[in-house]
């Protein structure tokens, strides 16, 4: 009597293929698994370099010590330098005691409460030649009077290539020129300078 592939158990070449294609489908169903798993975790880590790096915005540096600063300045030079006293709102991003063409030079800078810029530059010289290279060629000025001081006011904003010198105040001491400057407001630039005012010397 003769038995069948069927009745022996014999694997038919039709199961076979069907078995074949079983396999390849779940092995191509298990591959497309880990390739959307790979991509999720490529995803994610793109996303957190981002975050990270990219995204991650810059600190904020500390504020500068102006006045330990200042009182250094003055133990170098052997005179006073001007350290004025401004809203706790502002806070300094410069101040160092440095020279130009011979002179010497003590300056702070401040970022008002607005993020804009104000400086401070005591030039210890009363050279012309020193004041048109601090606010490169400013021009002619108007005399203002602030906090009782007489001023050279020079108003450049809106013309190209003045910088951070778009508004300027000029006064003088017994040994140095004071230079107020920046890009902030009237107000900024007069609350400046009336602090600066009860650093100077009092006038005779």
């Keep these: 009597m003769t038995t069948s592939p069927a009745q022996s158990g014999a694997e038919t070449p039709e199961q076979k293929a069907d078995r074949i294609a079983e396999a390849r489908r779940k092995r191509r169903a298990n591959q497309t698994v880990r390739n959307l798993i790979g991509s999720l975790i490529a995803s994610l880590a793109i996303v957190m370099f981002l975050v990270l790096v990219v995204v991650r915005p810059e600190p904020t540096p500390p504020a500068v010590d102006y006045l330990a600063a200042a009182a250094e300045a003055e133990a170098s030079l052997g005179t006073a330098v001007i350290a004025p006293i401004v809203p706790p709102t502002w806070s300094a991003n410069r101040a160092e005691l440095a020279g130009s063409g011979g002179v010497d030079e003590w300056a702070i800078g401040f970022i008002t409460a607005e993020n804009t810029f104000l400086a401070v530059l005591q030039g210890f010289t009363d050279e012309q030649s020193w004041l048109q290279d601090a606010l490169r060629d400013p021009g002619a000025g108007?005399?203002?009077?602030?906090?009782?001081?007489?001023?050279?006011?020079?108003?450049?904003?809106?013309?190209?290539?003045?910088?951070?010198?778009?508004?300027?105040?000029?006064?003088?001491?017994?040994?140095?020129?004071?230079?107020?400057?920046?890009?902030?407001?009237?107000?900024?630039?007069?609350?400046?300078?009336?602090?600066?005012?009860?650093?100077?010397?009092?006038?005779?």
């Design 142 to 204: 108007d005399t203002v009077r602030i906090a009782g001081v007489e001023w050279q006011r020079y108003d450049r904003r809106g013309v190209e290539g003045v910088g951070l010198r778009e508004i300027a105040l000029v006064t003088t001491t017994p040994d140095s020129t004071v230079v107020l400057y920046g890009t902030a407001s009237d107000a900024d630039l007069d609350v400046l300078a009336t602090a600066v005012a009860a650093e100077l010397p009092p006038v005779d």
